[in-house]
């Protein structure tokens, strides 16, 4: 099994950590989702390009082996195929945004999810629910939340799939937006998962979940 | 009622015969001249002269009856059954001098060759033969253009007439004109700047709108002609030689003389029985102003003609002396481009303006899917999709954006980027290309789309251009020009050559491919060099038959099932 190796569509930040290479476009998208003026309709569709390109990147991190087909001509070619076994958990509410990017990829991947809210009071993450394939264990895992801000959220979420039997290294987070902060902490609470995201900022666009679902 | 600019084929011109009333020039019968213009019509929708949208939704909604929706020459094909017979009558006799020819496979029907490469393997236009026409009233100009034009047996041959450029009247001159005391015969009448200009754009191929002149209200209509693609123009009126600028750009001038009694006797009928003129106003009129301008300005032009043509459309001879000089004219500049193509560029290292999607594990594994001759279609759409997505997005980002600041609902600033063109349009060739166009759709929202359709003839193996279509005012756009497979490079030359006709920035033209052979990356980039190219892959060779090695079959029957 060929392992994966950095490309140029990311950059490495540190071990484990790669954002999206920065082109005006994706510039463009980021300054979309950011601006106040930005309509809501604009707004989804800006994020549902976005999330896409994370996702396209993130399945660039999964396993694959080699395989030589022959194609309509009668020629061989020397390509490769990717290795079974993949799922993708969401982290409710604004992990779902995402879901829809992972399924126009990946069209019958399994989807688990994870529900988990801050504790008004004392802000910490609480886990309230969870539904995952039931060989989690054996997979190699997608998690998906849009924006890290504190990274509390993720880092139990992640706490919850390793409960579950999930190898740290086998988990991939797929962000948008993350902090400095958010990197930081997370890296040191679970150093063996990879995190992939578009951007990393103090200035996080909190209200993603709230515009995207329209709740605001 | 002139019918002004119409760029005329077979059609049009069996139309006429159809009526069954022996052509004298400038005459015909009610009926005939309803069909006539009518005809005129149909051609003028059918023509992709006309390339933009000024049409209005009645070639789209004028389906043939024998084509299916999705043919895309249901809007070249007229109704009924008039034209029907009419089109079977043109494919009995077409099979002459020229390469038309009815293709037949088993789904589908193509009447019309399309015009061959216009250009050379660098991607220039060889100028259009002009053949000018001049003569007096009534002399049977329009005859001779028409028999010129039958005869030739092309259909790159566009008619410009001088009747389109009449100045537009001030009101004081209208009211001169309705009582027949406004000179329509003087130079001073036309509008000469604008005819140079045009026919000077339309003789480098270049896409050009010409007035409608409305001999009603002598003003020009809001609605333009747009006349492209002529191999060859036929250029006719009254004082075409005239001018000495515009006679400097006529290739072969031809003069028809006809005795003025017959063009007087002409003259009397049309004006009186179609335009409803009274015959003491037409005779004055005549008098003065029609007999005096030949004489000045019409007849002593006559010296400076190649050909002078006596009885006018009658005379069968001189046209055919006409004919075979246009013909050795055109042999002249006929190229056998697809060959030299695949010449071309050979072993050279690939350009720079060639930008291959990065091979990341998941592009290499979505084209193994694609090009395994055993994926069945439902993947073979979906990952070719998912493909196109990333060649799109990828094009995005190159192009032009410019640093801008914009306040966050947190009451921040943040320091982003924004796009810093004019607009986008896609423009597909048919039909593979098409299939590029809903991924596109999918990263820009409302953009305009173009379609052209180029088919390689299969006895010359010359791309030849059937259909265009492209949106209004496509000058200042960026335009991303789709193929899905590109081998020689052949019809990707061809369709920028007519985006750069339609006056599109070369340096503003991204052309996107699924796949593309290092010949034709070659030939593209030896003739446009400042268009960028992207491609998710490139393969190394093109066998004999043109075919991409180890490439990924036919990617349209594979796409849409036509296998």
Redesign the interface.
Known sequence: MAT?TS???CQDIGPNVRVLKS??????L??VL????TSRSDFM?CAD?LI??VV??G??Q?P?SP?S?????G???D????EKGNCGVSIMRSGEAMEQGLR??C?SIRIGKILIQSEADTREAKVYYAKFPQDIETRKVLLMYPILSSGNTAIQAVQVLKEHGVKESNILLLSLFVTPHAVKSVTEEHPEMTILTSEIHP?V???FGQ?YFGTD | MRTGTVTRDLKTNNMLHKCGVPLTPGDSCANCRLSNTNMADTAKEASFSLSNSERTSRSSSQGSGSASGDDPFGDQMSQGDHQAAMRRASRTRTQSTSDIKVLRTSKRTIYTAGRPPWFDVKGQFKEAFVIGICGGSASGKTTVANKIIEALDVPWVVQLSMDSFYKVLTPEEKELANQSDYNFDHPDAFDFELLFDTLKKLKRGRNVEVPIYDFTTHSRTKQQHTLYGANVIIFEGILTFVNPEVRKMLDMKVFVDTDSDIRLARRLRRDIMERNRDLVGVLKQYDKFVKPAFEQHIEPSMAHADIVVPRGGENEVAIDLIIRHVHSELEKRDVHFRSQLAAAGQGQPLPSSLHVL?S???V??M???I????TNRDEFI?YSK?LM??LI?QA??M???KT?K?????G?T?E????NWKRLCGVSILRAGETMEPALCA?C?DIRLGKILIQTNLSTGEPELHYLRLPKNISEDHVFLMDATVSTGAAAIMAIRVLLDHDVQEENIFFLSMLMAESGVQSVAYAFPKVKILATAVDPEV?DKY????????FGD?YFGTD
């Open positions: 994966i490309n140029k569509a082109t005006g476009q994706l510039r463009e980021q300054t950011r601006d106040v003026e569709f390009r896409r390109l396209e990147e399945l660039n999964l694959y395989l087909v022959t194609t309509p001509t020629y061989g070619y390509g490769i195929t990717f126009d990829c069209r200035h666009p909190l209200h515009k | 990065e990341t594990p998941q290499r594994g084209h193994t899917i090009r395994n001759r055993e979906f998912r997505r990333l997005e995005m980002a192009l032009p954006f801008v914009v306040k966050t609902p947190q921040s943040y982003g980027m924004r796009f990263v929202k066998n075919h991409i090695i180890p490439g990924i079959g036919n594979r």
